[in-house]
Nanobody, 121 residues
Framework: QVQLVESGGGLVQPGGSLRLSCAAS????????MGWYRQAPGKQRELVAD???????RYGDSVKGRFTISRDNAKNTVYLEMNNLKPEDTAVYYC???????????????WGQGTQVTVSS
């Protein structure tokens, strides 16, 4: 069974930093795009950042210049370094990955369970 396990969320003061990690496990043959989305109360889920297997990145406008996404292909793990955090970054952050697994044809989208990030003084 494929799992995406997130870690690194928590409470941080404005201007602070956090690093999120998401490790994919299971019968994974290949990982395509991996990324992070977030959802704040009363708002739609939005893209934070994603990264291709070759390192191509894409960022949401509100986090450009503050967040950095990276990945370790050998470990099927994606990271999100978040700097200069603002109260409006408060949300549940979800890991997403397009994975080719042994039991399914082609790539399938998988989601993590979410990790809470709260930015508050």
């Amino acid at each position: 069974q494929v799992q995406l396990v997130e870690s690194g969320g928590g409470l941080v003061q404005p201007g602070g930093s956090l690093r999120l990690s998401c490790a994919a496990s299971g019968s994974i043959l290949s990982a395509n795009v991996m990324g992070w989305y977030r959802q704040a109360p009363g708002k739609q889920r939005e893209l934070v950042a994603d990264i291709t297997s070759r390192g191509g990145t894409r960022y949401g406008d509100s986090v450009k210049g503050r967040f950095t996404i990276s990945r370790d292909n050998a470990k099927n793990t994606v990271y999100l370094e978040m700097n200069n955090l603002k109260p409006e970054d408060t949300a549940v952050y979800y890991c997403n990955a397009a994975l080719w697994v042994a039991t399914m044809p082609g790539f399938t989208d998988y989601w993590g369970q979410g990790t809470q990030v709260t930015v508050s003084s």
